[in-house]
């Protein structure tokens, strides 16, 4: 019963801030910490009973899994030098920084305890920054940016608290740990390209989106278990399996599984993420008891909480402006590169390719040209400035994840209790400052989002590029199987129409249904593939293949749950 009231509660309670911070405009995180605080100065209201490891390997693993699978994998590689900087060499610098000033302030510490406890403020937590971007309209790169950085910091900094932890115990050295952590990210992508591809094989074949969805749940636990049995990154294998079926699912998996599997895992995502900032603020008091039994002061540890997390952001802001640079760098090396490509694209279309290259060699050299030519145009589309730069270097706030990975210290640390309480402090004092004061951030450099009158120029375009590969296709079908010349025609005047009696219209075709909605499946089938090529090329927006990502999916499972009927009669 105790159980069920927790679940009931927590429930009610996410909701219940996520409403009210909606309706006064704050990133509903930052109001779960206070109300969780508030919660647990309740009786019999304590997390202490919570095992870190619920929320590292229980909780972390569907949560990151469900932001890759939203997370357009061709926004994740154009920006794969950012996002591997803030990711990976942002965390390592975070930790060497934050090691060498807990060693100052506490040398009976030691350099293993040091270094673990600076691994386990190194990670960022995007939920609240982008939250607070997506209402105030920030550029999607930059939001890709933080998310790409959100999924993959996780996987470095516990690489690196299991690298100072086995320090503790052991001499090891610089090499051992590099050793370490290629090992753990090469052994981490292996596991998670095997799981994506399976995962998305075997679903292709499960026609209930019910039982697809289902499978789809323990997914993250079969990437990231074996990967931790096998020493490796079970956070970064997660990740990996996210983007690969991602990548995969548009192409195999039916359009009501995906449907219903993006409904699903965002509420589950919107509720584990209240979840474990509600903990946040519920474990302080547990956390201030625990501290206050022995060792130097509460008031050291909040003290030391602070300075950990002023120089996590001074570090941060620091390392963005050489981050920056080398965005801007790519950006003009794309300027110059552009005459380049236009050549090629010019010779292509006159057919002026060297002689012996063609065939599919030539359709291999035409695609790669228009991935290069889509990629200097998003540079240029896209460009980040200084402003940019700035929301950037402010939204490096911590989470509750940072809470939970500091409750994995070895008991036999010294000052194990206070050093939960500096992580949690640092964490604190990261979310509730920079979170508080990034919308004033962003309003006072006024950051430019996405040109909506591009996005909706794309958007048309796309739209006349589907429709004509619909059309194509359909031509194509007429002539070779010979389908009532009324229903082609039908078809034709359906395709990318998404009126509201179109589902009187196919059920008005009772002679002809089945032809018909076989038919508007086939061309919903030539869009789709045009739809993806696009993708996979990144000629347009993110947001643009998305829309019509989705259009194409709520048609296309319209139709065949028509058709799932008309089998079952």
Same mark, same amino acid.
């Given at each position: ?65 469900? @932001? ?55 990670? +960022? ?29 996780? @996987? ?110 965002? +509420? ?195 739209? +006349? ?12 079908? @007429? @002539? ?90």
């Amino acid at each position: 019963m105790e159980l069920s009231v927790i679940a009931v509660g927590g429930v009610v309670s996410v909701v219940t801030v996520a409403l009210f911070a909606r309706q006064i405009g704050i990133a509903a995180p930052l109001l779960l910490v206070v109300a969780g605080a508030a919660i647990g100065l309740l009786p019999r209201v304590s997390a202490t009973s919570i095992e870190p490891q619920w929320i590292l390997g229980g909780i972390l693993p569907p949560l990151l899994y469900s @932001a890759a699978i939203n997370m357009p994998t061709t926004d994740f590689r154009r920006n794969l030098k950012p996002i591997t900087g803030l990711a990976v060499l942002l965390v390592v610098v975070s930790t060497a920084a934050a090691g060498v000033l807990f060693h100052a302030l506490l040398p009976e510490l030691g350099w293993p305890a040091s270094f673990a406890l600076a691994a386990v403020l190194s990670p +960022t937590d995007a939920v609240a920054a982008t939250a607070v971007g997506r209402r105030l309209g920030l550029p999607s790169r930059l939001l890709a940016i933080l998310e790409g950085e959100g999924l993959v910091n996780d @996987a470095t900094a516990l690489v690196l608290l299991r690298s100072a932890v086995a320090a503790m115990g052991a001499g090891v050295t610089a090499g051992g740990v590099l050793g370490d952590f290629v090992v753990a990210v090469v052994g981490a992508v292996g596991v998670g390209l095997v799981v994506g591809i399976v995962n998305v094989r075997i679903r292709r074949f499960v026609s209930d989106p019910v039982l697809s969805t289902a499978i789809s749940f323990v997914v993250p636990f079969i990437a990231y278990i074996p990967a931790e049995d096998f020493g490796f990154s079970g956070i970064l294998a997660v990740v990996v399996t996210g983007l690969v079926t991602s990548d995969l699912a548009a192409r195999f998996l039916r359009a009501e599984d995906r449907i219903t599997e993006e409904t699903n895992w965002k +509420t589950f995502a919107f509720l584990m993420e209240g979840f474990i900032f509600l903990l946040m603020g519920i474990s302080l008091e547990d956390v201030i008891t625990d501290a206050g039994e022995k060792g130097f002061s509460i008031e050291q540890a909040v003290l030391y909480g602070a300075l950990a997390a002023l120089l996590l952001i001074a570090v941060r802001v620091v390392f963005t402006v050489p981050l920056v640079g080398m965005i801007r760098r790519d950006e003009q090396r794309a300027v110059e590169a552009k005459p380049r490509v236009e050549g090629w694209k010019a010779r292509i279309e006159d057919d002026d390719l060297p002689e012996g290259v063609e065939g599919h060699r030539a359709r291999r050299i035409e695609r790669r040209v228009a991935m290069v030519s889509a990629d200097i145009d998003f540079r240029l589309s896209q460009s980040l400035g200084w402003r940019a730069g700035a929301v950037l270097a402010w939204s490096g706030m911590r989470g509750a994840v940072t809470v939970a990975a500091a409750q994995t210290l070895p008991l036999d640390t010294p000052y194990r209790a206070e050093l939960v309480l500096i992580a949690y402090v640092g964490a604190a004092v990261m979310l509730l400052l920079q979170g508080s004061t990034l919308p004033w951030v962003i309003r006072k450099l006024n950051v430019e989002g996405d040109d909506p009158e591009m996005i909706r120029e794309q958007y048309a375009e796309l739209i +006349t590029e589907l429709s004509t590969a619909g059309n194509e296709e359909l031509d194509r079908v @007429a @002539a070779e199987d010979g389908f009532d010349p009324k229903v082609i025609e039908r078809v034709r005047k359906d395709s990318l129409i998404r009126s509201a009696d179109s589902p009187q219209r196919v059920a008005d075709l009772d002679q002809v249904r089945e032809e018909y909605i076989g038919l508007r499946l086939t061309v919903l089938r030539a869009e789709r593939e045009r739809m993806l090529d696009h993708r996979s090329i990144g000629t347009y927006n993110a947001e643009v293949i998305d829309h019509a990502q989705k259009m194409l999916d709520l048609e296309e499972a319209r139709l065949e749950q028509l058709s799932d009927q008309d089998h079952s009669d």
